[in-house]
Structures are given as C-alpha cells and as structure tokens.
C-alpha cells in the first residue's frame, strides 16, 4: 500500500517541484505511517526537507502541496496539514479495497521485486567433529530466514555452508580416530554405528587437552596436519569419513529445523585448498605483501593492536600453514568471480567482527570485491547470544553446552502437552504433527522475534505461550480461519476478492495485510527477521480485535459476511506465507 501510496503523490510533487522551479528527486517523496490514527493512513515529510529551498515555512509548503493534491481526487478521503510541516493522508474504502482484490490469492507475488541479483549466504557453517549446540541455531536459523526473504524477494540465492574442515581441529580429530577407523576396519564392523558424533567431539576434546598439555602431541597433530593438506590418501579417506559420519548427524538436525541445507551446499574450507597458493601468490603481486616473523602478513593502516600497534592479517604461516583467513580470501574470489555474487552475507556471532572487517577491507583493497566495474555488497550478520533464564550462557544444570537435539525434543515434548490439553479430540497421529510444528516453530521464533544483535533468554514457558509475540499465537490465529472457513464450509473459488464494505475495525485490518511487501522488502535490506515477526504479531493482534468484534459466519447481511470471509482468507494466506519465510508451519487446526 505504501508503494502506491508514494506512486500517487510523487505525480503530485513532481508538479509541485516544477512550478517551484526545483528540482525533483524520489527520495523527496518521504511518506510516513503516523504514530496515531487520527493523523491519517500515511503523512507526507517532504515539505520540511523543501522548506530550506523554498525559503517558506514547511507549513506553507505542506498546504500548498495538500491544495494541489485535493483538487480532484478519487483516492485520498481527506487531505490534511499538520504541523511542523506534514501532510496528512486518509484513504478511501474504495482506494483500500482494490488494493486488497489487487493481492488476493498473490501473496507470493506481491512481495517480489524487479531487480534481480545474485546473493551468497554464508550461514550454519558448522565444524567438522563438533556437534551444534544452541549458540549454532542462530546462525542457521537467521541464515535460513533470510535466504527464504530474499529468494521471495526474487533474488538468485546461493546457500554456502563453509564448514570448519581443513585446520587444525580436524589434525587432532585423525590423530586420536584414524587408529580406531583401523580397528573398526579389522573388525568388520560398521563406521556409522561405531562412531556418532558424540564419540567424534569426545576424541577432539581428548585431543584438544592433550596438545594443550604436551609439546610432543602438538607437535605430532602438526604434523598430520601437514600431511593431510599435501594430500596423503590415506589420512585424506580418514578425513572423508569422518566428514561425513559428522554431517550425518547435523543433517538430520537441518531436517528437525527445515532448514534448507544440502550436501551441495557444502563449500567447506578444504574446497579452497587448491586455491589457496594461488591467492596468496595474487597478494604478493599486488605488493602488499609483508613477511614479518616468518609469516606472510598484509598490514592495513586502520587496523591497530590496543597498543597501538600494526595488526596484520595473516595469511601463510610460518610454516607454510594456510589459516581461517586465507581460506575465506580464497572463499572471496570463488564467490565473487565464480557464483557472480552481487551481495554477501556471512551469518556468524559477533566475536568474528574484527575478522570480517578486516577480510572486507583487504578484499576492497585488493579490488577483489569488483566484477565488471561494479562493486559487490559484503556483510557480516552478527548476533548475540542464547542466555538461560539465569542471566547466563544457556548450560545444562551440570554446566555442560546443551546439545541442539535434547533441546528441539525438550520443545516438541512441551509442545504435544499443549496440544493434548488444547485439542484432545485430535488423532494421536495429528497431534504428534502439530507438536512438531509448534515446538519447533516456537524455539526458531523465539530467536528471531528478537533482535538478532541482543542476547535472549531461553525460556520455553513464554516461547509456547498462545498469547503474546509467540509462533503458537500466530500458528493459532491461522488455525481459527481455517476453522471458521470449515464451519461456515467455505468454498474458496467463491470468496470476493474484495470486501464489499468495511467498518473501522476491518479498514485496519486491511491496512495491515496490505503491509506486507513493504515489510519484507525491509528485511531485505535490513537484514533482520525481527522486522516480520513484528508485523506478524500485529497483523495477528488486529485480527484478534477483528474476531471478537466482527461476528463473521453469523453477520448481520450477506454482503457483510463475504467481506469478512474475504478479509479472513488474506489473514490466513498472510500469516501462512509469512511463517514460511520464517521457516515455520502453519498447521490447520492445533
Ligand atoms: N566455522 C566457523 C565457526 O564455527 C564459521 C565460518 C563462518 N564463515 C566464514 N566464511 N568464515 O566459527
């Protein structure tokens, strides 16, 4: 609605501007939602950024563009100024309505946009012999979110889960698991079953101590580590299988979440081993490179120690070693130069700032972020972190990380005993379902109702809570049309596209269905799935106001009720459409 609402006045102001003898622009045409009701649907900000210019009061100006704009029009009710300088839009039913039979039954397209680019989303990124504990969730469920936003944006997207494979962590994993893959070969017996990943983390943690405590075990992982990157056959087969008995395991977690990662979505650090000489090579060219203790460095002026000394951004070691760096400069060029991204976003918490900001930076230098003149859009998504109802970083009771898998099973248990007080009558198996929806549903949302840069408190009594800003509340109001539009045995092909009349109540309903490109084209930008969740909850707020207002399948007149139907069907195709893109299901009853 906004968008048309700018396309009206900006006919209006471009008029304006030209019997002013001013130049116009479309950023002039600053259309805002006033923070109350009685100030209109929409006001107009223009006239203060034009009062400088036209050397007038911005409330002179506001009048003279409200006169203009009120001659002759069909599409505003009223016209109004207020000061210091705004115009005030109220809408007419009408207007309201053909907008509605505008997106009927197109939600999906509707929220589309016309220019098209490529985007590579960097998120999950898991490492290899460590399972995901709930500080993961949040890069793979924000990633997900906003790969699912921008494909509905109509975005090429392109979903890399750059695992942690090729560095020192995995060395000390083959150290202690290569001996025991030998066993199990001797054995007969099989690999999967004789080495989950809970078996894997305890042998890299055993490792990890070990080479903490020993220089002779350090320096033996090192050394693996060497023969691995040269390609030894035999550490490299270790290597696969542990791989891939590790991602057994995170895949099956991707499939509780639905998050949409595959295997060809893997672009781990080990696919850039043959290009990292390379791209070390194509930075000494560039003469940036600096050899300082034995290690290949660039040193970039804005980077500075707390003393105030040269950072370098390391990328050989002094070993010959490439590190996390050299694998993302790699990572850089492969997304820029091959995949042709236009925008980057790399989902990780906020410790790795200083990582990307110094990878943005040297790739600018470089010029690596620029394909045929123009620059690509690099951006790090940072987000907070997951809190007990303690204040502190969620623990188990005996202080150890919670695994994702008890947590999602805790959530779906939790969830089923709503449902069985809810909703007895429902099929054990139906409830099972709805469970898993809602469960589910409830612990992504709670992550991404909030602000991805705070830190939340992890609380399942309020994250399944049906009221407030919840996944059930939304998941519930989208339940209770369907029920309505079984009751009444509503056929959809004969509901009105749109209302044929409207109260006060529906009028704002309708403007808050009608919202909803504005709002995923802000998350776009924005890059926060809060901003949807937001407008979720209000949308399914006012359509609380409407059902216990406006009685639906018994309204007073055949007219009244068809609109109501019709109204109802774009809150459901809404609320459905937008848990999807936030990964959620929209069960028909709970
Ligand atoms: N595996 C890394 C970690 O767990 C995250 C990788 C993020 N992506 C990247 N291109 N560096 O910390």
Redesign the pocket.
Known sequence: MRQIVIDHISEYLQEFCRECGIEYSAPLVDVQRPPRSEMGDFSLASPMRLAKQLKKPPLEIAKSIAEKIRSGNKFFEKVETAPPGFVNFFLKNDTISDALGEVFGKTHECVKSHNPSTVVI?YS???IAKQMHVGHLRSTIIGDVLARVLEARGKTVIRQN???DWGLPIAMVLWKVSPVLREIEKSGKDASAELPLEKLEGYYRASAKECSESKSAAEEVHKILIKLQNGDSVLLADWKTITRLSMHEVYRMYKILDVKLYEENERGESFYRDMLAETVAKISESGKLVESQGAKCVFLSQFKTKDGDPLPIIVQKSDGGYN?DT??LA?LRYRIDLLHADRII?V?DSR?AL?FSQLFALGKELKWTERSGKEAILEHVTFGSVLGEDGKPLKTRSGENIKLSDLLQEAIDKAHSVVNEKNPDLSSEKKLAVAMSVGIGAVKYADLSQNRNNDYIFSFDRMLSLNGNTAPYLQYAHARVCSIFRKGSVIESQIPQKPLEMNETERLLALKILQLPEIVSLVETELRPHYLCTYLFELASTFAVFYDECPILTAATENQKLSRISLCKQVRDVISFGLSLLGIESPQEM
Do not use: E, I, M, R
């Open positions: 960097d990124s898991v490492n750059h695992l942690g996390y694998f993302d990572a790399y990780t790795q990582h």
